[in-house]
């Protein structure tokens, strides 16, 4: 998302490497860099630092939700399938 369609506020919204494509075939072959060493840096921290508030963000969510988790896993050992109605009764308890 940041290098192909420029979705990072501290990059802005550019797209970085251009790809080649076969287009009779469908299909990338490959990417031609534009940008510079201290750009592809920027590109990779850009990158890591979205990784990194996903997974602060994951991990404080599954830990909020815990017991919903925990319950779900001991209805799903039990019954092995919940629809909707089952799910329903689990949410609405915890």
Known sequence: M????????RLGPVAFGRKQQMVFLGRDIG????YSE????????EIRRLIDEAYTRATALLIEHRGLLDALARELIRKESLDGPALEMIFQAA
């Open 38 to 45: 201290h750009v592809g840096e920027l590109i990779d921290s």
């Open 2 to 9: 940041v290098k192909e369609w420029g979705m990072s506020e």
């Open 31 to 34: 990417e031609q860099k534009d």
